[in-house]
């Protein structure tokens, strides 16, 4: 918690978690955040201490090695005593996973009520891009497609089908709340930690 509690540390944790799969080095963390190296560096090892990070190596200038840091890639749960929603989300996503298209379908709906309750009293697709994005996400729309840059159900994405369902049908549900008719189908993952949408017109 200590690691999170700092506004700098978590400004550098999104970054690298919108950065997935690069390995980047103080220096080059620095340019973004703008603040001095051995800040950022005493930031980079707290989060790496705390496991949210991992430390790599790779060759720097005149061959020397140079340190790098990159998003951990899984989720770190706190809680007092032990909560265990990580295993709650699997076990609950392998039984909807067991109904079958029926199991598909029901979480979809369960999901578009979802995304129906966040509305924001908002107007077409940007409103409903600015209602998703208050799960933390990032979301960026094309005319037929959105692209979810950092799912915000990655961590139970064991479930695969299941937790592309849910999601889709929050986008569905915030579209139609702020008065935008479209069927949103799962298109796949991006392979750097999000996510692909397509957006279709309602026959």
């Known amino acids: 918690m200590r690691a999170l509690s700092e506004p700098t540390r978590r400004s550098i944790l999104d970054f690298l978690h919108s ?16 603040i001095h190296r051995s800040v950022a560096f005493d930031h980079l090892e707290m989060l790496a201490d705390a496991g949210l990070v991992e430390r790599g190596q790779r060759d720097g200038p005149r061959g020397r090695p140079a340190r790098t840091y ?3 890639g899984t989720a770190v749960e706190f809680s007092y005593p032990t909560r265990q929603h990580q295993l709650l989300a699997t076990v609950l996503s392998k039984a909807v996973k067991g109904q079958g298209a029926s199991g598909l379908r029901a979480a979809k709906v369960a999901g578009r009520r979802a995304g129906i309750g966040l509305a924001s009293g908002g107007r077409g697709i940007s409103a409903a891009v600015r209602t998703l994005s208050t799960l933390g996400g990032e979301y960026e729309l094309t005319r037929s497609s959105l692209h979810s840059r ?4 990655r961590e139970a994405c064991a479930s695969g089908e299941i937790a592309c369902a849910v999601h889709a049908g929050m986008i569905e549900g915030a579209l ?28």
């Open 150 to 153: 950092n799912c915000v159900f």
């Open 70 to 72: 990159s998003y951990r």
């Open 176 to 203: 139609e709340a702020a008065g935008v008719k479209r069927v949103v189908k799962p298109v796949g993952r991006d392979g750097e930690g999000g996510c692909w949408y397509r957006l279709e017109a309602q026959k």
């Open 19 to 34: 950065h997935v799969n690069e390995e980047l080095t103080v220096d080059e963390l620095v340019k973004v955040e703008r």
